[in-house]
């Protein structure tokens, strides 16, 4: 099969999504200029650079009550920060919950029945009990072709590792199985590690 995506795809469902995959979670949180924290889960997310540690991620939607985005990019833009949090695989559940369209004044952390913890180097809330957490002070935001396309660039001024995640000095994903999204209304979860030595190891 081959389809030019503006002719459309002739599926019962884009199956754009489902050919990236699996892509990790980064699950946002961010605080309004009121002081209304806000969560909310992009799987458009990953790391950018090593030096300083960069990452990224991209929204795609809009809201009525936002100028054309949404309430993470909106808090970001007046705050110029913004908390990753992990997802482990027992936290599925309230990611869920915080990825519903609520009114902007609505705090995702309560509505989902999570615990927020102040950031140490950026005025933030972030998840508590995530296996880890990166604070990002905003580099940049970009925006894309299309309606409400946007990428938000951001340096990682703090790192947090859940203790027990550090088995000999290594971060062990396999204690908290991260979450991984597909396609459609799918997820993963890793719990088996494979290694491949580089060729000019």
């Not at 949090?85 to 599925?92: G, H, L, P, S, T």
């Not at 590792?161 to 597909?182: S, V």
Request: charged share 20%; proline share 7%; hydrophobic share 40%.
């Amino acid at each position: 099969m081959f389809y030019r995506p503006e002719d459309g795809h002739g599926l019962p469902h884009n199956p754009f999504n489902a050919i990236i995959t699996p892509r990790p979670i980064g699950w946002i949180s961010t605080r309004a200029a009121d002081g209304t924290n806000n969560l909310a889960p992009y799987s458009f997310f990953n790391g950018a650079a090593y030096v300083p540690p960069q990452v990224m991620f991209s929204t795609t939607g809009s809201k009525p009550d936002q100028d054309n985005t949404k309430d993470t990019v909106a808090n970001i833009e007046a705050t110029g920060v913004f908390c990753v949090n992990i997802v482990e695989y027992a936290m599925r559940d309230a990611m869920n919950a915080t990825s519903e369209s609520l009114p902007r004044d609505v705090d995702e952390f309560a509505h989902a029945g999570l615990s927020p913890v102040e950031c140490d180097t950026i005025a933030c809330a972030r998840v508590a009990g995530a296996p880890a957490a990166l604070e990002c002070k905003l580099t940049r935001i970009v925006t894309l072709p299309g309606v409400s396309n946007r990428v938000v660039f951001g340096e990682v001024t703090g790192i947090h590792l859940r203790d027990d995640c550090l088995k000999g000095g290594i971060f062990d994903i396999t204690t908290y199985q991260p979450l991984a999204r597909l396609g459609y209304r799918d997820y993963s979860v890793v719990r088996d590690l494979f290694s491949l030595a580089r060729p000019d190891d």
